[in-house]
């Protein structure tokens, strides 16, 4: 080994080096967003939701279906009230140096609001964006694009280690499924930028503004609209039916609570958990010392190639 190290060409030497300091890189930047994400979660207190006022809050309640209507997972057709899923094909790549790997071909994550409730009132949680720890979540494998087993596993938190040993596709595998849910019931941890509309009320001072040309149409206020479908890009089946769900279904939690949570601006992540605040910490505080045992184990073998090379 040490013999291949001093003699490499230049260039190979380069990608010694340089491969293990971006992997390195890349495991301090987790490391270090994981216990940003933990520091966040213990210096925020939460507060009742029928209590909380505008402002970065952390609330914790039940989940709840907005107007009682639930979503259905698109791989497994399971009610719940969020859901991640992901069709992966065994494939020759186009991308990878890999001859075969798994390719993406069908995604969507859920995008729809959900309510959490707690004893003092309910807030509506925009999930869009958010760091989400689901209830549980499903990892399997099958020949067709659509699974004809609708019914997997259905493995917590800390994921099903059948996924990371499925590393090759077969005849009747060449396709793999992975889905995640959260459920009407489930306990809810939500973290991000609260607004409460509660005591909003319109500027009576000001007079509504007057167009330049007087004949000019009237310009519609409110938040902007999806671009009509023939400005857009063709989207699959999964995405339209999320898109249209969303919308419905925002409106609909508008009017039910003026209570709302959802991503804020630098600095103030969307963090929504079925955890328990001090179970996701631990985990947070897990991943945070394994990444940087990863990033200072990388650093090393650089320092001994490094030293090697050179010495």
Not at 192 to 220: C, H, Q, S, W
Request: charged share 20%.
């Amino acid at each position: 080994m040490r013999s291949l190290i001093r003699n490499a060409p230049f260039a190979v030497f380069l990608g010694m080096v340089g491969l293990p300091l971006l992997m390195a890189a890349v495991a301090t930047f987790a490391g270090w967003r994981a216990r940003r994400q933990a520091a966040l979660l213990t210096q925020t207190a939460t507060v009742p939701i029928g209590m909380a006022t505008s402002g970065y809050r952390e609330v914790q309640g039940q989940v709840e279906a907005v107007d009682g209507e639930m979503l259905e997972a698109p791989l497994t057709g399971t009610p719940c009230c969020w859901y991640e899923a992901r069709v992966e094909k065994w494939t020759r790549s186009m991308t990878t140096s890999k001859k075969f790997a798994w390719e993406t071909v069908r995604s969507v994550t859920s995008s729809a609001p959900l309510l959490v409730r707690d004893g003092t009132g309910v807030c509506a949680v925009h999930v869009y964006g958010a760091e989400i720890t689901p209830t549980d979540r499903s990892q399997w494998t099958g020949a067709t694009l659509e699974p004809e087993d609708r019914n997997p596993p259905r493995h917590g938190v800390a994921g099903d280690p059948t996924g990371m040993l499925q590393i090759a596709g077969t005849s009747t595998s060449v396709y793999r499924y992975t889905e995640a849910r959260i459920y009407a019931g489930d306990p809810l941890l939500a973290v991000g930028r609260v607004t409460n509309r509660r005591f909003e009320a319109p500027d009576l001072d000001m007079p509504p503004e007057e167009p330049d040309d007087a004949d000019a149409p009237a310009v519609a206020v409110g938040p902007p609209r999806p671009a009509a479908a023939a400005e857009r890009p063709a989207i699959d089946a999964w995405t339209a039916a999320d898109e249209e769900r969303s919308e419905t279904l925002t409106t609909r939690a508008a009017a039910l609570t003026p209570l709302e949570i959802g991503i804020g601006g630098r600095g103030e992540p969307l963090i929504v958990s079925t955890t328990s605040e001090a179970a996701h910490v631990a985990m947070a505080e897990m991943g945070s010392q394994a990444a940087f045992t990863i990033a200072v184990t990388l650093l090393g073998i650089v320092a001994l190639v490094l030293y090697t090379r050179l010495g």
